[in-house]
């Protein structure tokens, strides 16, 4: 999907690298995401698309180059809260139910309008499991669980590693429906995945990665 | 946008914590068994002398209360870096040191406090004056939080090594000994009939420094246990 000329640049990354004792994680990489833009992320095993989400997420240190959240340098206080970042730790506590861990994270991010742990938790198929512990459903529902915080959640920049993973095929069309609601609300996405995406808008972009 | 306000915030976290402690209660009532096995196994190795026992109490007491509260120490922020809850705290939109205050403040509510609530059955146990508790028990009120507080930046100091259990109890030794001898001197002031507000003020003053700090110590070494 390409960007409006007018879309807001969210996020620009220059010459991005990490270094792990000495050594290159990836190529440097240079590219910009607009609102309303869906970016994958593509590489082979151990090509580093998990150390560039948590970089992205500031979860890691910039190793090198320059990245830039709206215009200017991305520091954690000017962008926390507005990225969401999904990784492979799902964040669930499984001592506690799906609207427990909803609860907690939107007391601490705040909730879209209109929205409530039970609503996002219905409209990601939970519907019936809303009080089980988390650690006694299945994996793919566990996901679920987690993808509900992209509904629950205020937020512009989603980062996403393998949000298809463990999901069936209805859980598969519901992420990509999700990101078409996202981007056409003037969101941005950045995916990795392995698997197929069929985003509505069109072929979405590919930012290819390096070892 | 609406972020939460950060007393809300607090109330939150404050609230996931406490009820994943009761969802687990076997854990909370581990230490406590063990301060009661251990403070009623004195009098059986030493003889039930009364003059002995009450020499002893106070250090007895004070020393099990110490070692119980360090079984549940590793786990303060272990669960939380295994399931991703750390780096998803750690991005939450609120300051990581004032929530990471309330983790602090949850596991002493679970670990400290039902430790403090049978110190009078302790302290009976090894016929310790009456007159006495009172002090033990604000002795161990301001001495229980700065281990709960030391603990908890150690934790976050070790979060990524492995087996950081003896690192742990290593590093932790040398910090908790000042709050023992002045919590320990207190109750032997008292146990005399000696003024004992000196090292009852200093253990106050050490905590509300530790209190202020710690939270902040501990939020940059869990950034930088996850920064890897």
């Known amino acids: 999907m390409t960007a409006t000329p007018t879309a807001v640049l969210l996020l620009e990354a220059q010459a991005l690298s990490f270094h792990r004792q000495d050594e290159a994680v990836f190529a440097p990489l240079d590219f910009q995401l607009h609102a309303g833009e869906l970016a994958l992320i593509e590489g082979d095993n151990g090509s580093g698309k998990t150390t560039l989400l948590r970089m992205l997420a500031g979860l890691l240190h910039v190793g090198a180059g320059e990245l830039r959240w709206r215009g200017a340098p991305l520091q954690r206080d000017n962008c926390a809260g507005d990225i969401l970042f999904l990784g492979h730790q799902l964040g669930l506590k499984g001592d506690l139910s799906p609207r427990e861990n909803l609860r907690f994270v939107a007391g601490l991010h705040g909730s879209r309008e209109s929205m409530g742990a039970a609503s996002a938790l219905a409209a990601i198929g939970l519907r019936g499991y809303e009080d089980e512990p988390v650690r006694r459903l299945s994996a793919g529902q566990k996901k679920r669980a987690a993808l509900a915080r992209l509904l629950l959640l205020p937020a512009s920049l989603w980062l996403l590693d393998e949000p298809y993973a463990n999901l069936d095929r209805t859980g598969i069309a519901l992420v990509n429906q999700l990101l078409e609601t996202h981007t056409a609300a003037g969101g941005a996405a950045l995916v990795t995945s392995h698997g197929a995406v069929s985003f509505h808008g069109g072929e979405p972009r590919h930012i290819r990665m390096h070892a | ?228």
């Open chain 2, 1 to 228: 946008m609406n972020r939460p306000g950060l007393l809300s915030a607090c109330k939150a976290m404050l609230q996931r914590d406490l009820t994943l402690a009761w969802r687990r209660r076997s854990d909370i009532a581990m230490p406590v068994l063990y301060a009661l096995i251990v403070t009623m196994l004195f009098p059986f190795a030493l003889g039930p002398e009364d003059t002995l026992l009450q020499r002893i109490a106070g250090g007895v007491i004070l020393v099990t209360v110490l070692l119980a509260m360090l079984l549940a120490l590793d786990a303060m922020f272990s669960s939380d870096i295994d399931d991703g809850s750390l780096e998803q705290l750690v991005l939450a939109p609120q300051p990581l040191a004032v929530m990471l205050a309330m983790k602090i403040l949850a596991h002493w509510l679970t670990t400290a406090l039902p430790l403090i609530v049978i110190t009078p059955l302790l302290a009976a146990m090894l016929h310790l004056p009456a007159s006495v508790i009172p002090v033990l028990l604000l002795a161990l009120l301001l001495s229980t939080p700065l281990l709960s507080l030391f603990g908890a930046v150690l934790v976050a100091l070790t979060a990524g090594t492995r087996r950081s259990g003896m690192l742990l109890a290593l590093m932790l030794l040398p910090l908790c000994v000042p709050a023992l001898i002045f919590a320990a001197g207190a109750v032997a002031a008292a146990q005399q009939g000696l003024p004992w507000i000196a090292p009852i003020s200093w253990l106050a003053a050490t905590l509300v420094l530790t209190l202020v700090l710690a939270p902040l110590a501990c939020a940059v070494a869990l950034r930088i246990a996850l920064d890897s």
